[in-house]
């Protein structure tokens, strides 16, 4: 499904349909900026990167320190385009290579909605990081009131854990997330299925 590129050892892979995805890094930070601009408060219903990425240094910022995670293989970033345009994005917000696990996410803007990007874009990650990278556990955590994500994590075949009740603070609510994940071999037995 994806390709990892000779001159930046980063993973990419084409998502179909003019989307592409690829490592989201501190030059993107403008792009990023203005993407989120038009997503900010539907990105930031449950998302705290809208409110991060406020500014293109709020927005470099945190892409430095993504950089930095990917420097030291603890996490990693990528962004959507859409016929050029960044839309949105998926990560890993943690890998744990000594434990095996990883925790992704994602964020849209809301006019790339309804295509299948963030699906087939986890997809692709998960995809990666069990088969190129040996990870055994990936988690996805989502608010319980997110049904888009939480859409998500069904339509790749996660198995819902449970609730933390409110474990998350954003925007000065306290959130309960659900907790899904998929483990390697049952990854590769819905990908051979």
Not at 9 to 33: I, K, M, N, Y
Not at 42 to 59: K, L, N, P
Not at 108 to 127: C, F, H, K, M
Request: hydrophobic share 45%; charged share 25%.
């Amino acid at each position: 499904m994806g390709t990892m590129s000779e001159a930046s050892q980063e993973f990419t892979a084409s998502l179909g349909d003019g989307a592409e995805l690829r490592p989201l890094v501190p030059a993107h930070a403008e792009e990023t900026t203005v993407h989120m601009d038009r997503g900010r408060e539907f990105i930031g219903r449950y998302v705290a990167i809208a409110d991060v990425c406020a500014d293109v240094e709020g927005t470099r910022g945190f892409l430095e320190t993504y950089a930095a995670k990917a420097a030291a293989d603890a996490g990693r970033i990528w962004g959507i385009w859409l016929d050029g345009t960044l839309v949105g994005g998926v990560l890993f917000r943690t890998m744990d290579f000594r434990m095996q696990t990883a925790e992704a996410g994602c964020w849209l803007e809301p006019a790339a909605t309804g295509r299948g990007l963030v699906t087939r874009a986890v997809a692709a990650i998960v995809d990666w990081a069990v088969e190129e990278r040996g990870i055994h556990r990936v988690d996805w955590w989502a608010a319980v009131s997110n049904t888009a994500s939480l859409a998500v994590a069904q339509r790749l075949g996660m198995t819902r854990e449970g609730v933390l009740r409110e474990v998350y603070l954003h925007r000065g609510e306290r959130y309960d997330m659900e907790v899904w994940s998929v483990l390697a071999p049952e990854w590769r037995a819905a990908r051979g299925a």
